[in-house]
Protein backbone atom coordinates (compact mmCIF):
# COMPACT_ATOMS: atom_id res chain seq x y z
CA UNK A 1 0.00 0.00 0.00
CA UNK A 2 1.52 3.60 -0.62
CA UNK A 3 0.66 5.60 1.88
CA UNK A 4 1.12 9.69 2.49
CA UNK A 5 1.52 11.05 6.26
CA UNK A 6 0.86 14.83 6.29
CA UNK A 7 2.49 15.79 10.15
CA UNK A 8 5.57 14.48 11.77
CA UNK A 9 4.70 14.66 15.23
CA UNK A 10 3.48 11.72 17.62
CA UNK A 11 0.60 10.98 15.13
CA UNK A 12 2.07 10.71 12.04
CA UNK A 13 5.02 9.09 12.84
CA UNK A 14 3.75 6.35 15.46
CA UNK A 15 0.97 5.16 12.51
CA UNK A 16 4.17 4.93 10.14
CA UNK A 17 5.92 2.41 12.21
CA UNK A 18 3.55 0.38 13.04
CA UNK A 19 2.25 0.09 9.54
CA UNK A 20 5.46 -0.17 8.30
CA UNK A 21 6.48 -3.06 10.81
CA UNK A 22 3.75 -4.53 10.00
CA UNK A 23 4.09 -4.82 6.22
CA UNK A 24 7.80 -3.87 5.21
CA UNK A 25 6.73 -3.57 1.62
CA UNK A 26 4.52 -0.43 2.09
CA UNK A 27 5.65 2.87 0.65
CA UNK A 28 5.14 4.96 3.72
CA UNK A 29 6.24 8.93 3.28
CA UNK A 30 5.70 11.50 6.56
CA UNK A 31 5.56 15.31 5.43
CA UNK A 32 7.13 17.47 7.86
CA UNK A 33 7.34 21.27 7.96
CA UNK A 34 9.88 21.63 10.40
CA UNK A 35 13.46 20.51 10.54
CA UNK A 36 14.56 16.57 12.59
CA UNK A 37 15.36 19.34 15.86
CA UNK A 38 12.63 21.95 16.23
CA UNK A 39 9.97 21.35 18.38
CA UNK A 40 7.66 23.28 21.02
CA UNK A 41 6.65 22.43 24.15
CA UNK A 42 8.97 20.92 27.30
CA UNK A 43 7.53 17.11 28.51
CA UNK A 44 4.93 15.19 27.67
CA UNK A 45 3.18 12.49 30.27
CA UNK A 46 1.86 9.34 30.04
CA UNK A 47 -0.15 6.84 32.69
CA UNK A 48 0.89 3.61 33.10
CA UNK A 49 -2.21 2.46 30.84
CA UNK A 50 -0.94 4.13 28.40
CA UNK A 51 2.38 2.60 28.47
CA UNK A 52 1.36 -0.89 28.43
CA UNK A 53 -0.78 0.12 25.32
CA UNK A 54 3.23 1.46 24.07
CA UNK A 55 4.43 -1.81 24.70
CA UNK A 56 2.17 -3.61 23.15
CA UNK A 57 2.30 -1.96 19.85
CA UNK A 58 6.36 -1.76 19.25
CA UNK A 59 8.22 -2.80 21.84
CA UNK A 60 10.91 -1.28 20.70
CA UNK A 61 10.09 2.18 20.83
CA UNK A 62 8.51 1.48 24.18
CA UNK A 63 12.06 0.58 25.49
CA UNK A 64 14.07 3.62 24.33
CA UNK A 65 11.13 6.01 25.88
CA UNK A 66 10.87 4.28 29.17
CA UNK A 67 15.35 4.46 29.44
CA UNK A 68 14.04 7.65 28.66
CA UNK A 69 11.81 8.95 30.90
CA UNK A 70 10.58 10.24 34.92
CA UNK A 71 8.45 8.11 36.97
CA UNK A 72 6.23 9.49 39.69
CA UNK A 73 3.16 8.08 41.65
CA UNK A 74 1.99 10.90 43.54
CA UNK A 75 -1.00 14.39 42.30
CA UNK A 76 0.44 17.13 44.89
CA UNK A 77 -2.08 19.85 45.51
CA UNK A 78 -0.68 23.19 47.07
CA UNK A 79 -3.08 25.33 48.33
CA UNK A 80 -2.48 28.32 51.00
CA UNK A 81 0.91 27.49 51.19
CA UNK A 82 -0.20 23.59 51.98
CA UNK A 83 1.03 20.78 50.09
CA UNK A 84 -1.02 17.75 49.73
CA UNK A 85 0.26 14.74 48.07
CA UNK A 86 -2.47 11.93 46.73
CA UNK A 87 -0.49 8.48 46.01
CA UNK A 88 -1.29 5.53 43.96
CA UNK A 89 -1.17 6.67 40.52
CA UNK A 90 0.71 5.83 38.05
CA UNK A 91 2.22 8.39 35.84
CA UNK A 92 5.81 9.34 33.51
CA UNK A 93 7.31 11.80 31.90
CA UNK A 94 9.83 12.13 28.37
CA UNK A 95 10.74 15.48 26.83
CA UNK A 96 8.66 16.02 23.61
CA UNK A 97 12.00 16.45 21.81
CA UNK A 98 13.69 13.19 23.07
CA UNK A 99 10.19 11.37 22.07
CA UNK A 100 10.41 12.69 18.45
CA UNK A 101 13.90 11.63 18.44
CA UNK A 102 12.86 8.18 19.24
CA UNK A 103 10.20 8.10 17.09
CA UNK A 104 12.63 9.17 13.83
CA UNK A 105 15.30 6.45 14.58
CA UNK A 106 12.33 4.10 14.59
CA UNK A 107 11.37 5.37 11.41
CA UNK A 108 14.55 5.44 9.16
CA UNK A 109 15.62 2.30 10.93
CA UNK A 110 12.04 1.10 9.38
CA UNK A 111 12.63 2.56 5.97
CA UNK A 112 9.67 4.80 7.01
CA UNK A 113 10.96 7.96 4.09
CA UNK A 114 10.43 11.42 6.84
CA UNK A 115 10.68 14.42 4.25
CA UNK A 116 11.12 16.98 6.77
CA UNK A 117 11.23 21.39 6.05
CA UNK A 118 8.39 20.35 3.33
CA UNK A 119 5.36 22.39 3.59
CA UNK A 120 2.13 20.64 2.11
CA UNK A 121 -0.05 23.72 1.44
CA UNK A 122 -2.78 21.90 -0.73
CA UNK A 123 -3.51 17.64 0.00
CA UNK A 124 -5.56 17.03 -3.39
CA UNK A 125 -2.35 15.56 -5.11
CA UNK A 126 -1.17 13.85 -2.30
CA UNK A 127 -4.19 12.34 -2.15
CA UNK A 128 -4.76 11.27 -5.31
CA UNK A 129 -1.10 9.98 -5.61
CA UNK A 130 -1.91 7.32 -2.72
CA UNK A 131 -4.17 4.72 -1.50
CA UNK A 132 -4.42 6.07 2.00
CA UNK A 133 -3.77 9.98 3.08
CA UNK A 134 -3.53 10.08 6.70
CA UNK A 135 -3.39 14.13 7.86
CA UNK A 136 -1.68 13.92 11.54
CA UNK A 137 -0.99 17.96 11.07
CA UNK A 138 -1.84 18.87 14.55
CA UNK A 139 -4.35 21.35 16.38
CA UNK A 140 -4.11 23.81 13.19
CA UNK A 141 -4.54 20.68 10.63
CA UNK A 142 -4.08 22.31 6.76
CA UNK A 143 -6.94 19.06 6.10
CA UNK A 144 -9.28 19.81 8.58
CA UNK A 145 -9.69 23.39 6.59
CA UNK A 146 -9.14 22.38 3.29
CA UNK A 147 -11.71 19.54 3.67
CA UNK A 148 -14.05 20.92 6.05
CA UNK A 149 -16.98 20.46 4.23
CA UNK A 150 -16.23 16.79 4.78
CA UNK A 151 -15.20 16.64 8.18
CA UNK A 152 -17.64 18.40 9.58
CA UNK A 153 -15.78 20.13 12.11
CA UNK A 154 -16.70 22.04 15.38
CA UNK A 155 -13.83 24.50 17.11
CA UNK A 156 -14.64 25.67 20.52
CA UNK A 157 -11.99 28.62 22.01
CA UNK A 158 -12.50 28.44 25.31
CA UNK A 159 -12.24 31.63 27.73
CA UNK A 160 -8.90 30.13 29.79
CA UNK A 161 -5.86 31.88 28.84
CA UNK A 162 -2.69 29.44 29.29
CA UNK A 163 1.50 29.36 28.54
CA UNK A 164 3.15 26.64 28.14
CA UNK A 165 6.67 27.03 30.15
CA UNK A 166 9.80 24.82 31.29
CA UNK A 167 11.89 24.99 34.53
CA UNK A 168 14.73 24.02 36.03
CA UNK A 169 13.16 23.52 39.63
CA UNK A 170 12.25 19.71 39.57
CA UNK A 171 8.47 18.67 40.62
CA UNK A 172 8.30 15.40 41.64
CA UNK A 173 4.83 14.49 40.53
CA UNK A 174 1.91 15.96 39.13
CA UNK A 175 1.87 19.44 41.25
CA UNK A 176 -1.20 21.21 40.82
CA UNK A 177 -0.41 24.79 42.47
CA UNK A 178 -2.80 27.67 42.79
CA UNK A 179 -1.83 31.07 43.63
CA UNK A 180 -3.92 34.15 44.63
CA UNK A 181 -3.06 37.78 43.92
CA UNK A 182 -4.91 41.16 43.41
CA UNK A 183 -5.69 40.33 40.13
CA UNK A 184 -6.69 36.69 40.91
CA UNK A 185 -5.83 33.07 40.34
CA UNK A 186 -3.46 31.31 38.75
CA UNK A 187 -3.06 27.72 38.74
CA UNK A 188 0.34 25.49 37.48
CA UNK A 189 0.37 22.11 36.01
CA UNK A 190 3.95 21.13 36.57
CA UNK A 191 5.79 17.54 36.59
CA UNK A 192 9.72 17.26 36.14
CA UNK A 193 10.21 15.14 32.91
CA UNK A 194 14.17 14.44 32.85
CA UNK A 195 16.88 14.80 35.75
CA UNK A 196 17.03 18.28 34.74
CA UNK A 197 13.80 20.22 33.71
CA UNK A 198 10.02 20.04 34.71
CA UNK A 199 6.93 21.28 32.52
CA UNK A 200 5.29 24.57 33.69
CA UNK A 201 1.64 25.39 32.58
CA UNK A 202 0.29 28.52 34.08
CA UNK A 203 -3.69 28.75 33.33
CA UNK A 204 -5.58 32.06 34.37
CA UNK A 205 -9.15 33.22 33.32
CA UNK A 206 -9.56 36.21 31.02
CA UNK A 207 -10.43 38.89 33.91
CA UNK A 208 -7.51 37.91 36.08
CA UNK A 209 -5.51 38.07 32.60
CA UNK A 210 -6.85 41.94 31.61
CA UNK A 211 -6.26 42.76 35.34
CA UNK A 212 -3.11 41.54 35.28
CA UNK A 213 -2.15 43.45 31.94
CA UNK A 214 -0.49 40.79 29.91
CA UNK A 215 -1.90 42.44 26.98
CA UNK A 216 0.62 44.92 26.90
CA UNK A 217 3.51 43.13 28.24
CA UNK A 218 6.48 41.62 26.63
CA UNK A 219 7.47 38.45 26.76
CA UNK A 220 10.05 39.42 29.45
CA UNK A 221 8.00 41.36 31.50
CA UNK A 222 5.22 38.49 31.43
CA UNK A 223 7.66 35.90 32.43
CA UNK A 224 9.02 38.45 35.24
CA UNK A 225 5.26 38.54 36.50
CA UNK A 226 4.58 34.87 36.36
CA UNK A 227 7.67 34.31 38.52
CA UNK A 228 6.76 36.53 41.12
CA UNK A 229 3.40 34.80 41.42
CA UNK A 230 5.57 31.35 41.83
CA UNK A 231 7.89 32.43 43.55
CA UNK A 232 7.61 29.76 46.72
CA UNK A 233 6.91 27.14 44.52
CA UNK A 234 9.75 27.68 41.93
CA UNK A 235 12.48 28.20 45.04
CA UNK A 236 14.39 30.61 42.97
CA UNK A 237 14.67 28.84 39.80
CA UNK A 238 13.49 31.29 36.78
CA UNK A 239 10.73 29.63 34.28
CA UNK A 240 12.21 28.77 31.06
CA UNK A 241 10.68 30.03 27.50
CA UNK A 242 10.63 28.40 24.32
CA UNK A 243 8.74 31.52 22.48
CA UNK A 244 6.40 30.73 24.83
CA UNK A 245 3.11 32.70 24.43
CA UNK A 246 -0.33 33.07 26.16
CA UNK A 247 -3.31 30.93 23.90
CA UNK A 248 -6.34 29.53 24.52
CA UNK A 249 -7.37 26.03 24.58
CA UNK A 250 -8.83 25.17 21.32
CA UNK A 251 -11.17 22.09 21.79
CA UNK A 252 -11.87 20.36 18.60
CA UNK A 253 -14.23 17.93 17.54
CA UNK A 254 -15.19 16.30 14.11
CA UNK A 255 -18.55 14.81 13.02
CA UNK A 256 -16.92 13.00 10.18
CA UNK A 257 -13.30 11.36 10.90
CA UNK A 258 -13.27 9.97 7.33
CA UNK A 259 -13.57 10.57 3.63
CA UNK A 260 -12.72 8.55 0.52
CA UNK A 261 -8.81 7.95 0.89
CA UNK A 262 -8.49 10.48 3.83
CA UNK A 263 -8.33 10.34 7.66
CA UNK A 264 -7.13 12.87 10.46
CA UNK A 265 -5.73 11.30 13.91
CA UNK A 266 -4.11 13.46 17.00
CA UNK A 267 -4.89 16.81 17.44
CA UNK A 268 -5.76 17.56 14.15
CA UNK A 269 -9.15 15.22 15.08
CA UNK A 270 -9.84 16.12 18.50
CA UNK A 271 -8.20 17.67 21.09
CA UNK A 272 -8.86 16.84 25.23
CA UNK A 273 -7.55 19.76 27.69
CA UNK A 274 -4.19 19.12 28.72
CA UNK A 275 -5.46 19.03 32.46
CA UNK A 276 -6.26 15.47 31.90
CA UNK A 277 -3.12 14.06 30.50
CA UNK A 278 -1.34 14.76 27.27
CA UNK A 279 -2.56 14.96 23.90
CA UNK A 280 0.20 13.11 22.79
CA UNK A 281 -0.96 9.97 24.69
CA UNK A 282 -4.23 10.32 22.35
CA UNK A 283 -2.63 10.79 19.54
CA UNK A 284 -0.20 7.17 19.88
CA UNK A 285 -3.40 5.17 21.05
CA UNK A 286 -5.13 7.07 17.56
CA UNK A 287 -2.30 5.46 15.67
CA UNK A 288 -2.52 2.19 17.16
CA UNK A 289 -6.33 2.27 16.88
CA UNK A 290 -6.10 3.24 13.24
CA UNK A 291 -3.22 0.36 12.55
CA UNK A 292 -5.16 -2.08 14.57
CA UNK A 293 -8.14 -1.46 12.11
CA UNK A 294 -6.02 -1.87 8.95
CA UNK A 295 -5.00 -5.27 10.86
CA UNK A 296 -8.50 -7.11 10.03
CA UNK A 297 -8.36 -5.83 6.23
CA UNK A 298 -7.04 -5.14 3.07
CA UNK A 299 -10.03 -2.20 2.14
CA UNK A 300 -9.03 1.39 2.97
CA UNK A 301 -12.82 2.10 3.31
CA UNK A 302 -13.41 -0.89 5.47
CA UNK A 303 -10.57 0.00 7.30
CA UNK A 304 -11.57 3.27 8.13
CA UNK A 305 -15.07 3.14 8.98
CA UNK A 306 -14.08 0.48 11.54
CA UNK A 307 -11.52 2.73 13.16
CA UNK A 308 -14.30 5.66 13.47
CA UNK A 309 -16.76 3.16 14.90
CA UNK A 310 -14.49 1.93 17.42
CA UNK A 311 -12.09 5.17 18.35
CA UNK A 312 -15.13 8.01 18.26
CA UNK A 313 -16.66 6.50 21.11
CA UNK A 314 -13.24 5.99 23.17
CA UNK A 315 -12.41 9.97 22.19
CA UNK A 316 -16.14 10.73 23.47
CA UNK A 317 -16.04 9.24 26.60
CA UNK A 318 -12.00 11.08 26.74
CA UNK A 319 -13.32 14.51 25.70
CA UNK A 320 -16.34 14.12 28.40
CA UNK A 321 -14.10 13.61 31.00
CA UNK A 322 -11.45 15.87 29.90
CA UNK A 323 -14.78 18.75 29.71
CA UNK A 324 -15.20 18.48 33.35
CA UNK A 325 -11.59 18.93 34.35
CA UNK A 326 -11.36 21.85 31.98
CA UNK A 327 -14.50 23.63 33.59
CA UNK A 328 -12.75 22.80 36.97
CA UNK A 329 -10.04 25.16 35.78
CA UNK A 330 -12.27 27.78 34.35
CA UNK A 331 -14.03 28.34 37.63
CA UNK A 332 -11.04 27.50 39.87
CA UNK A 333 -11.77 30.89 41.82
CA UNK A 334 -15.18 29.09 42.95
CA UNK A 335 -12.96 26.66 45.06
CA UNK A 336 -10.51 29.21 46.53
CA UNK A 337 -12.28 29.47 50.13
CA UNK A 338 -12.07 25.73 50.31
CA UNK A 339 -9.19 24.18 52.59
CA UNK A 340 -6.43 22.46 50.85
CA UNK A 341 -7.94 18.91 51.77
CA UNK A 342 -11.03 19.80 50.07
CA UNK A 343 -9.69 21.02 46.94
CA UNK A 344 -7.31 18.11 46.63
CA UNK A 345 -10.44 15.93 47.05
CA UNK A 346 -12.49 18.05 44.53
CA UNK A 347 -9.41 18.22 41.90
CA UNK A 348 -9.05 14.25 42.00
CA UNK A 349 -12.55 13.40 41.21
CA UNK A 350 -13.12 16.41 39.00
CA UNK A 351 -13.67 14.48 36.24
CA UNK A 352 -15.81 11.56 36.71
CA UNK A 353 -13.19 9.08 36.09
CA UNK A 354 -11.48 9.05 39.62
CA UNK A 355 -14.39 8.07 42.12
CA UNK A 356 -14.35 8.14 46.15
CA UNK A 357 -13.44 4.42 46.27
CA UNK A 358 -10.62 4.59 43.61
CA UNK A 359 -9.42 7.22 45.90
CA UNK A 360 -10.20 4.95 49.10
CA UNK A 361 -7.98 2.22 47.35
CA UNK A 362 -5.39 4.13 45.82
CA UNK A 363 -4.15 6.32 48.55
CA UNK A 364 -6.18 5.38 52.25
CA UNK A 365 -4.59 7.83 53.96
CA UNK A 366 -5.48 10.25 52.45
CA UNK A 367 -9.25 9.57 52.31
CA UNK A 368 -8.71 9.08 56.10
CA UNK A 369 -7.32 12.84 56.72
CA UNK A 370 -9.92 14.21 54.25
CA UNK A 371 -13.24 12.61 55.84
CA UNK A 372 -11.50 13.27 59.14
CA UNK A 373 -11.33 17.28 57.65
CA UNK A 374 -14.82 17.28 56.63
CA UNK A 375 -16.78 15.63 59.53
CA UNK A 376 -17.15 11.95 58.56
CA UNK A 377 -17.64 9.83 55.40
CA UNK A 378 -19.53 11.97 52.93
C1 LIG B 1 2.41 25.62 22.12
C2 LIG B 1 2.12 24.16 22.46
C3 LIG B 1 2.94 23.50 23.35
C4 LIG B 1 2.68 22.16 23.69
N1 LIG B 1 3.48 21.55 24.58
C5 LIG B 1 3.17 20.30 24.99
C6 LIG B 1 3.92 19.66 26.00
O1 LIG B 1 4.89 20.20 26.53
N2 LIG B 1 3.50 18.45 26.39
C7 LIG B 1 2.42 17.78 25.82
O2 LIG B 1 2.09 16.65 26.21
N3 LIG B 1 1.73 18.36 24.87
C8 LIG B 1 2.04 19.58 24.45
N4 LIG B 1 1.28 20.17 23.52
C9 LIG B 1 0.19 19.39 22.93
C10 LIG B 1 0.81 18.36 22.00
O3 LIG B 1 1.73 19.01 21.16
C11 LIG B 1 -0.19 17.64 21.13
O4 LIG B 1 -1.32 17.24 21.87
C12 LIG B 1 0.42 16.39 20.48
O5 LIG B 1 1.70 16.70 20.02
C13 LIG B 1 -0.47 15.90 19.36
O6 LIG B 1 0.29 15.10 18.45
P1 LIG B 1 -0.01 15.17 16.90
O7 LIG B 1 1.00 14.26 16.28
O8 LIG B 1 -1.44 14.95 16.64
O9 LIG B 1 0.26 16.68 16.47
P2 LIG B 1 1.59 17.56 16.55
O10 LIG B 1 2.54 17.07 17.56
O11 LIG B 1 1.13 18.97 16.63
O12 LIG B 1 2.26 17.29 15.13
C14 LIG B 1 1.75 17.80 13.93
C15 LIG B 1 2.92 18.00 12.99
O13 LIG B 1 2.44 18.35 11.71
C16 LIG B 1 3.28 19.32 11.13
N5 LIG B 1 2.46 20.03 10.14
C17 LIG B 1 1.29 20.69 10.37
N6 LIG B 1 0.80 21.16 9.22
C18 LIG B 1 1.65 20.78 8.25
C19 LIG B 1 1.68 20.96 6.85
N7 LIG B 1 0.70 21.63 6.21
N8 LIG B 1 2.71 20.44 6.14
C20 LIG B 1 3.70 19.75 6.77
N9 LIG B 1 3.73 19.54 8.10
C21 LIG B 1 2.72 20.05 8.83
C22 LIG B 1 3.69 20.18 12.31
O14 LIG B 1 4.90 20.85 12.06
C23 LIG B 1 3.83 19.14 13.42
O15 LIG B 1 5.15 18.65 13.53
C24 LIG B 1 1.57 21.48 23.13
C25 LIG B 1 0.76 22.14 22.21
C26 LIG B 1 1.03 23.48 21.88
C27 LIG B 1 0.13 24.17 20.88
Redesign the pocket.
Known amino acids: MKINI???????MYFAILMKQADPAHEITV????GPDDT??????FSGKTLRNLRAADEESHAEITRAFAAWDNVDVVHRQEKISIHGNSFSGIA?LQLLKILQRRCERLGVQLLFR????DLDSLKANCDLLVA???????ARKQYSGQFLPTLDVRPNRYI?YGTNRLFHGLTLTFRENETGVFAAHSYKFNQTTS?FIIECDQETWDRAGFATMSDHETREYLEKVFAPDLDGRSLLSNNSKW?NFLLVKNDSWFFENVAM????LH?AH?SIG???KL?LEDAIALFESFSGTASVSAALRDFEKKRKPVIEGYQAAAFESMRWFENARDYMNLSPLEVAYALMTRSGRVSDDDLRRRDPEFIARYEKAVGGKQ
Not at 136 to 142: E, I, P
Open positions: IGGGPAGYERNFGWGVVRTEVPADGVNSTWTIIGDATFSGTA
